[in-house]
T-cell receptor
């Protein structure tokens, strides 16, 4: 199995608080992605990174920011959590854009 | 808009049956992925293909580039195959901006 770990696995937070999710990889892959998974929508891209300090927005980036200061870590921050951000968040990695993608176990976030 | 459509959305079958899940997409792609997600679980990559056919155990994936269509087949299905199967594609131009996903097919195999 690819070495990719998400933390925390579960979190409940209050509306308006900042939240940071962490994705850690041991594969030295260049590309890292944050997706959210919601019923009826499938997985949607929030942000992605194509190298250290190189990031870009995805389809549903509003209310989220990311940082990548090291190859192995990609952080997703909800600046001020809202109930609409209750979701399951998945991190994924790949060596190149068109090679196999590996996914973390997911983080279930509930905003109350 | 680049779309990925899967069918059926839900499928219930008896153990031993031959299963087919379909995926169609609207524009040219560079690669197509089939993924598996068990309830409450993570997402596992089953296949990545850009042409032809691939086989792994009881799973077979095919793609027809001209028709913009792919199928995932499961032979001799078993209750442990019960999961959500997700089709995803990457588009030409590098695809650095990730995958575009179908909404998944929820498969239940009854003993």
């Amino acid at each position: 199995d690819a070495g990719i770990t998400q933390s925390p696995r579960h979190k409940v937070t209050e509306t308006g608080t900042p939240v940071t999710l962490r994705c850690h990889q041991t594969e030295n892959h260049r590309y890292m992605y944050w997706y959210r998974q919601d019923p009826g929508h499938g997985l949607r891209l929030i942000h992605y990174s194509y190298g250290v300090k190189d990031t870009d927005k995805g389809e549903v980036s509003d209310g989220y920011s990311v940082s990548r200061s090291k190859t192995e870590d990609f952080l997703l921050t909800l600046e001020s959590a809202t109930s609409s951000q209750t979701s399951v968040y998945f991190c994924a990695i790949s060596g190149t854009p068109n090679t196999e993608a590996f996914f973390g176990q997911g983080t279930r976030l509930t905003v109350v | 808009k680049n779309e990925v459509e899967q069918s059926p959305q839900n499928l219930t079958a008896q153990e031993g049956e031959f299963i087919t899940i379909n995926c169609s997409y609207s524009v040219g792609i560079s690669a197509l992925h089939w993924l598996q997600q068990h309830p409450g679980g993570g997402i596992v990559s089953l296949f990545m293909l850009s042409s032809g056919k691939k086989k792994h155990g009881r799973l077979i994936a095919t793609i027809n580039i001209q028709e913009k269509h792919s199928s995932l087949h499961i032979t001799a299905s078993h209750p442990r195959d019960s999961a959500v199967y997700i089709c995803a594609v990457s588009f030409p131009g590098g695809g650095a901006d990730g995958l575009t996903f179908g909404k998944g097919t929820h498969l239940i195999i009854q003993p």
